[in-house]
């Protein structure tokens, strides 16, 4: 998305840059901006063990709308 944006980016890119820049060239709102934020902690948590920080319908979720984002975004 972001070649497809012209968003430059460093050699090393974070998804909070990315994410922000994306929002920033209204390829997406700040809901979705929010959201992504949101499923990147839930990923975040899954990745160092910390199951008390999500619930497994999150991953549900989160698993939904990524399909949905994917299917309307990168088409």
């Known amino acids: ?6 968003i430059d980016l460093p050699a090393k890119p974070k998804l909070d840059f990315m994410n922000a820049q994306l929002a920033k060239k209204n390829v ?31 991953v549900a979720d989160m698993l939904k709308w990524i399909a949905s984002f994917s299917e309307n975004h990168l088409g």
Do not use: M, V, Y
């Open 28 to 58: 997406f709102n700040k809901l979705t901006q929010k959201r992504i934020t949101a499923i990147a902690d839930i990923r975040n948590s899954a990745a160092h063990g910390k199951w008390s920080e999500f619930q497994p319908e999150d």
């Open 1 to 6: 998305l972001c070649d497809l944006a012209s």
